[in-house]
């Protein structure tokens, strides 16, 4: 039996407003060659400039994947020539990454594991190339933009593990808020090395570059995980090479061949110089670094919110915030099933984010105690919503425009349950001889002769009590 060896690494996009080593603007733009200045380009005479912000928001990262912190630390440049590299080299972390030896831990099939990070280090983006028929063109627009690497040990064994990896990963880096990790434009971007092996010594090893959703980072593994096993059933030898994922036919295919590892000739950036980093410095980041997932999760378990609508939230950053600032009164179970359900929909139906709409968090606690108390149904919610999300009306002048106002004096509800029953005598009976479908249906003709207005739990409580005088 075949046992993979998987390792991940990681480039994310941090979103600084300057270049790591450039004043020019950290933007991706659609227009070619717009946020580019001399240093970018590696103009003679130029010299770089760290930003600092990148130094911070790397920090951060670090210290969320509970890595040890190089406090003292330098740039290397990471020799290459390649038309997307102006300078002939990258300036990056070789020696010192401003992290090692941390993890990040995992959860699959009901069972924790960790993943240990080997190190994180910064280093600028190269170029972005675009081929069109015979011709290349280059956009510096990417050049010197600021990444982070992030690089695991050899600790996942399957195609599960690595994808719950990356998605834990990617919701730690949006949560800080430093990278908006979106694999689908580039800005997180993932390679996966796979080798095979029936015992502890590990077979040779395959690298699949820039694997573009985590669905495909699984579909990637998957297939050469399958690929490398018939190849060694067959007695034949995997061949360590570079591949690429083709998302369209589901399989990985070969780029080049690695006859020897690179020689980058890394040395120290001697334009750079070393950086330190105080423990004051760290604990001013450690100040400012907000809930992270995990925590989230804990504490919205203790809130007694069930476990998909916790996965519901923790996948939308801003629908997790806005739980963790209700206040101590709030339903916090009834509140959840309104984000995740209502709120939810339309923001998906709008393809819009929560700040582009009039969502205001006190307006949004009065619908969760109206719902509470019973003032207002769920089908209410329903229709409250949209224009709560698209107007500032106060809540009540809402409910006026739309005619809501729920039924809840006993009396009032008793005459209605009474008339549905005088008109419904078979379903009486058949509430008797034990069909529990009789009571749904009685229930829903109470609903639809108040139009959904009747408070659903003094409905379902009177009409329990008429039912047993029949």
């Known amino acids: 039996m075949y046992k993979a060896t998987i390792g991940i690494e990681v480039h994310a996009f941090l979103t600084s407003d300057l270049k790591v080593f450039s004043n020019s603007k950290n933007s991706y733009s659609d227009t070619p060659n717009i946020f580019v200045n001399e240093r970018d380009l590696g103009m003679p005479g130029t010299l770089p400039k760290l930003n600092k912000d990148v130094i911070d928001m790397a920090l951060a990262a670090a210290l969320a994947l509970n890595c040890n912190i190089n406090k ?41 594991k960790k993943i240990r990070i080997e190190r994180i280090h910064i280093e600028e983006d190269t170029a ?10 280059l956009n510096f627009n990417r050049a010197g933009c600021p990444l982070v690497e992030i690089v695991t040990k050899p600790d996942i064994k399957s195609e599960k593990e690595a994808m719950q990896y990356v998605k834990e990963l ?27 092996s029936k015992d502890e010594v590990l077979g040779n090893k395959v690298e699949v570059k820039n694997i573009g959703s985590i669905t495909n980072v699984g579909n990637a593994i998957s297939y050469e995980i399958k690929r490398q096993q018939e190849i060694l059933e067959s ?56 809930m992270l997932p995990k925590e989230m999760k804990t504490l919205f378990s203790k809130k007694g919110i069930n476990p998909k609508n916790i996965e519901a939230l923790l996948l939308n950053k801003e629908l997790a915030f806005v739980m963790l600032n209700l206040g101590d009164c709030v339903n916090f179970v009834k ?9 939810s929909g339309y923001l998906n139906e709008k393809s819009i984010s929560l700040e582009k709409t009039n969502f ?66 078979g379903a009486i009976k058949d509430y008797k001889d034990g069909k529990d479908k009789a009571f749904k249906y009685l229930m829903g003709q109470v609903m639809k002769e108040t139009k959904g207005q009747v408070n659903p739990g003094l409905a379902s409580k009177l009409l329990s009590q008429e039912l047993k005088k029949q």
């Open 72 to 112: 003292v630390m330098h740039f290397d440049r990471k020799n290459y020539f390649y038309p997307d590299l102006p300078k002939g080299y990258q300036i990056t972390q070789n020696k010192t990454p401003i992290g090692f030896d941390g993890y990040v831990e995992i959860e699959v099939s009901g069972e924790t």
């Open 128 to 137: 972005k190339s675009k081929h069109v028929g015979d011709s290349t063109y």
């Open 170 to 196: 990617r919701n730690i880096l949006l949560y800080l808020g430093i990278s908006d990790v979106k694999m689908e434009e580039g800005s997180l971007r993932c390679d996966a090395n796979v080798s095979l």
């Open 235 to 290: 007695n034949g030898t995997v061949i360590e090479e570079t591949r690429r994922f083709d998302d369209v036919n589901k399989k990985t295919i070969s780029m080049r061949v690695k006859e020897k590892n690179n020689d980058y000739r890394y040395f120290p950036e001697p334009d750079i110089p070393f950086v330190h980093i105080t423990d004051e410095e760290i604990d001013k980041i450690k100040e400012k670094m907000p």
């Open 335 to 343: 509140a959840s099933n309104i984000l995740t359900g209502d709120v």
């Open 360 to 425: 205001d968090i006190s307006r949004f606690e009065k619908i969760v105690e109206l719902v509470d108390n019973n003032t207002i149904s769920s089908k209410h919610v329903k229709d409250i919503i949209p224009v709560f999300l698209e107007k500032v009306d106060d809540i009540n002048k809402i409910m006026d425009d739309l005619s809501i106002k729920q039924i809840s004096d006993e009396d009032s509800v008793l005459k209605i349950i009474k008339e549905v029953l005088n008109k419904n005598e």
